[in-house]
């Protein structure tokens, strides 16, 4: 089983030179993603479920 069907994301704090799994609490499958900025994210999932970065 790989990450992505474990519901789980990746992170970087560093312009991308490392990255860290983030879960976002659903094993969903992300239909959508949209940033307002580099801090305010949603995503959206299959089961109908939206997920908000804080």
Known sequence: ???MELGV???TEDG???WS???YG???TIVSISFDD???GIIGLNDKTIRFTS
């Open 9 to 11: 994301m990746f992170k």
């Open 1 to 3: 089983m790989n990450s």
């Open 21 to 23: 799994e983030i879960d």
């Open 26 to 28: 659903s094993s969903g």
């Open 38 to 40: 580099n801090l305010n």
């Open 16 to 18: 991308g030179i490392t």
